[in-house]
Nanobody
Framework: QVQLVESGGGLVLPGGSLRLSCAAS???????MGWFRQAPRKERELVAE???????NYADSVKGRFTIFRDNAKNTIDLQMNSLKPEDTAVYYC?????????WGQGTQVTVSS
């Protein structure tokens, strides 16, 4: 069973930055990878994704503020989050997916509050 372990969440002031990291227990080179988030009483939504070929896609709400990185050598996917807003508060989940399998991490809490 593939494991994804997220880290880097926490409490940050509005306007601050956080970097989330997701480490996979398997080689990720043939997986599309993404970060999702779920706020209280809301559905889980895509934040950012990067394909196995390196193409990136972002939710409109985070464009220009968040950047997704993948490191196939380290089997990690990071999410750099800048200019954070209270509405970015959510549990953030890492997901990897290919034609045959989908795996999710356990989630890490991000709270943006003064």
């Amino acid at each position: 069973q593939v494991q994804l372990v997220e880290s880097g969440g926490g409490l940050v002031l509005p306007g601050g930055s956080l970097r989330l990291s997701c480490a996979a227990s398997t080689s990720i080179f043939n997986f599309n990878m993404g970060w999702f988030r779920q706020a209280p009483r809301k559905e889980r939504e895509l934040v950012a994704e990067v394909t196995s070929g390196g193409a990136k896609n972002y939710a409109d709400s985070v464009k220009g503020r968040f950047t997704i990185f993948r490191d196939n050598a380290k089997n990690t996917i990071d999410l750099q989050m800048n200019s954070l807003k209270p509405e970015d508060t959510a549990v953030y989940y890492c997901r990897i997916r290919n034609l045959w399998d989908t795996f999710w991490g356990q989630g890490t809490q991000v709270t943006v509050s003064s």
